[in-house]
């Protein structure tokens, strides 16, 4: 069955330095997202992409977030400048033009 | 924002139980999903529901879609050990919102369960 495969699966950078995590979705897929969830906690929206722009973000994903869909393939999502509370598991997910989403193992990120 | 309620936030069951959580949000959703998320992976979906009074049965698993689009719940009959897990409702699309199918979680529903 495909997937969406998401690397690396864990990242620890240090405070205020930049990071790209990347996703490579299921070759079918027209939608793409996004999500965070911190420790113990709910999966957030981040970002919807759509025909290569970004469609709907959230109020989390501010000025120093942005995604890129380069090559037709990979999706990132990039930090420009990370602080201690971006600290968290990112999912990527895509589906369809139909409902049926399907998400990555997911990149944890540790700020330190 | 939107926002779902999910409870109970977490349960604890021996073996053979049956479990039963919901979710109720004070927004309509199109469409409502059941995810599974086991440690260290991502979401999975278990069931989804796209029409409000729908009741859809996934092997042990049955989820119903609120007749007034406000509220879900997933059955789950005869646990066993691997049903343990977190257990995510997300609601999808709003009435006459223009949503690109973001979903809106639940807290989740930590679920143990003792051999």
């Known amino acids: 069955e495909p997937e969406v495969t998401q690397t690396p699966s864990h990242q620890v950078t240090q405070m205020g330095q930049e990071v790209i995590l990347r996703c490579v979705p299921i070759?079918?897929?027209?939608?793409f997202y996004w999500y965070r969830q911190i420790l113990g906690q709910k999966v957030e929206f981040l970002v919807s992409?759509?025909?290569?722009?970004?469609?709907?973000k959230s109020e989390i994903f501010d000025d120093q977030f942005s995604v890129e869909r380069p090559d037709g393939s990979n999706f990132t999502l990039k930090i420009r400048s990370t602080k201690l509370e971006d600290s968290a598991m990112y999912f990527c997910?895509?589906?369809?033009?139909?409902?049926?989403?399907?998400f990555g193992s997911g990149t944890r990120l540790t700020v330190v | 924002g939107q926002q779902l309620n999910q409870s109970p936030q977490s349960m604890f069951i021996q073996e053979g139980e049956d479990v039963s959580m919901n979710c109720t949000s004070s927004?309509?959703?199109?469409?409502w999903l059941w995810y599974k998320q086991d440690p260290g992976e991502g979401p999975v979906l278990l069931i989804a529901?796209?029409?409000?009074?729908e009741l859809t049965s996934n092997g042990r698993l049955t989820a119903q879609f609120g007749i007034t689009r406000k509220d879900s719940f997933l059955n789950i009959s005869a646990s066993i050990p691997s049903d343990v897990g977190i257990y995510f409702c997300?609601?999808?699309?709003?009435?006459?919102?223009?949503?690109?199918?973001?979903?809106?979680f639940g807290q989740g529903t930590i679920l143990t369960v003792h051999p």
């Open positions: 070759s079918n897929h027209l939608y």
């Open positions: 997300a609601g999808q699309g709003n009435a006459g919102g223009t949503s690109y199918g973001k979903l809106t």
């Open positions: 927004s309509i959703f199109n469409t």
């Open positions: 529901l796209y029409k409000a009074g």
């Open positions: 992409f759509y025909n290569n722009e970004i469609s709907e």
């Open positions: 997910a895509g589906r369809q033009e139909t409902y049926g989403y399907t």
